[in-house]
């Protein structure tokens, strides 16, 4: 059989395939000539979905165009609802990584710091991955610097261990470094008490958590029924842990006007590429900034990128807060919430803010978006003036 045959063939047995596609939720792919995933999305209707890229030729942008020209087969997973299909959407995405979708540029694995609140002695750590195994999530950091800095400033401040012993049952002759540098009370050797090692942990996730004002206010009142009931050597530690907070969070910027806990997320784009950052504000306070670089082969809209936005740092954030600000119309908006919502087990708001101070903290990410990728920019630069010499003396042997 020719190949003009059996191009003709196979585009029968598509066309074939569209007509029997279900007028349902579900997340369709799209496959080339090999069989490989192409591009992955969701439609609330599988049928006129799927069919609208293969309409008229010239009603379609030159990187749709593209992308249509190297479908060779569509496959498709019917869903319960549009929520079902997100969720779906998003994991074939990542099992895939098809070459048209939005993605991260820089793709790896983010750290988070977990405390692991299933032993008995919790330790904090760093890991890349987030399991359902009892532990508390914090993260993704994208400033890995700034994490390691965190975790030291943490393990001073509340002297949690970063150990790996499994206690109580393993057992060490002497207390480690960690101890005589004074980042872990040493509960190895029984320095400190499961109830008083369990209290610093919870106030160590607190402190994770955004949630420091409270905390400061309890440790003032420790301090002071420490000093009345003249125990001057355990208020003493209380009072240069509570100094030690006060000197951290002196540094951290506050939003004026701003009061709860909630994230500013801004994208940015200029043609395939974009930046999204995510400012994590916490009792009006801005605790991290996370950035993404990101990449489209089919230039899509910025509302686009910042659904992958969410896409990539939601379903993996170690904490989510009750309003998300977004600087462009979210996609699929009320699924995302649903989604949200579902992750953190409480409502979740998404807010489009027009004015005020919820708006110029989505306008400070989108300035830190627009910074980031023009740093990246600047970067690319510099690595092909540095290349372009070399080739260009080989060009001339």
């Not at 069919?51 to 496959?75: C, M, W």
């Not at 989505?362 to 540095?386: C, F």
Request: proline fraction near 5%; glycine fraction near 6%.
């Amino acid at each position: 059989m020719s190949s003009r045959n059996r191009q003709k063939n196979g585009r029968s047995a598509l066309e074939r395939k569209l007509r029997l596609l279900p007028n349902a939720p579900g997340v369709y792919l799209h496959k080339d000539k090999r069989g490989k995933v192409i591009y992955v999305g969701k439609a609330a209707r599988l049928r006129p979905r799927v069919a609208s890229y293969f309409q008229r030729s010239g009603e379609h942008d030159p990187k749709t165009e593209q992308l249509v020209g190297n479908i060779a087969d569509v496959d498709y997973i019917a869903t319960a609802n549009e929520a079902e299909a997100l969720v779906l959407e998003d994991q074939l995405i990542k099992e895939y990584r098809p070459r048209y979708n939005i993605r991260l540029k820089d793709d790896k694995r983010y750290p988070y710091l977990r405390v692991t609140l299933q032993e008995p002695y919790p330790r904090v750590e760093v890991v890349r991955r987030i399991v359902d195994d009892g532990a508390r999530y914090f993260g993704p950091y994208t400033n890995v610097r700034a994490m390691r800095e965190t975790l030291k400033h943490v393990s001073r401040v509340f002297q949690v261990r970063t150990c790996h012993l499994d206690l109580p049952e393993q057992t060490v002759p002497r207390p480690c470094l960690d101890w005589q540098i004074g980042r872990c009370s040493a509960p190895c050797v029984d320095y400190d008490t499961q109830v008083a090692y369990g209290r610093r942990v919870l106030a160590l996730i607190r402190y994770l958590a955004g949630q420091e004002r409270g905390l400061l206010d309890e440790l003032r009142a420790e301090m002071s029924a420490l000093s009345s009931a003249r125990r001057y050597e355990e208020a003493a530690k209380v009072r240069d842990r509570l100094a030690l907070l006060e000197a951290a969070l002196d540094g951290v910027g506050r939003v004026y006007g701003l009061t709860g806990d909630l994230d500013a997320c801004g994208v940015v784009r200029d043609g395939t590429t974009g930046c999204g950052v995510v400012l994590r504000i916490r009792g009006g306070k801005i605790m991290t900034s996370h950035h993404f670089l990101l990449e489209d082969r089919l230039a899509s809209d910025t509302p686009a990128f910042l659904a992958q936005l969410c896409r990539e740092y939601y379903p993996r954030a170690g904490d989510l807060p009750s309003v998300v600000l977004v600087s462009h119309v979210l996609p699929d908006k009320e699924q995302w919430r649903e989604r949200l919502s579902g992750l953190c087990g409480r409502r979740v708001a998404i807010v489009r803010p027009r004015r005020g101070p919820r708006k110029e903290s989505v306008d400070m990410a989108l300035a830190n978006a627009a910074h980031k990728l023009n740093e990246h920019r600047l970067r690319d630069q510099t690595r092909v003036r540095r290349v372009a010499p070399g080739r260009a003396l080989a060009l001339q042997d």
